[in-house]
């Protein structure tokens, strides 16, 4: 079942990738399932992994195979593991209100 992507992620992959791509980064997002029953907000590991690619597109779906198996290490390498993710995502200006 696809997710409804949060008007967050998608704002953050429209920053990271360019026009040529951004439409093909979040149907990848919005297609590809993650182990929900354990993990955060899908949003937290959406904006996980678009940061940790850092905008390549190789990188990207590293970075999203490699959320799907462990979400943990993503949420890690962001920055968004502790309890303080929030915070964080406010500080880069992403508003996770809604989640």
Avoid: C
């Amino acid at each position: 079942m696809p997710y409804h992507l949060d008007r967050a992620v998608i704002e953050e992959a429209r920053k990271l990738f360019g026009p040529d791509s951004v439409a093909a980064v979040l149907r990848k997002l919005s297609e590809s399932p993650l182990p929900l029953e354990q993990s955060g907000p899908p949003p937290r590991v959406h904006i996980a992994v678009l940061w940790n690619s850092k905008g390549d597109w190789k990188t990207f779906e590293y970075e999203l195979e490699g959320a799907q198996h462990d979400w943990r290490d993503t949420l890690v390498s962001a920055g968004l593991a502790g309890e303080d993710w929030r915070e964080v995502l406010k500080r880069r200006g992403v508003d996770a209100s809604g989640w």
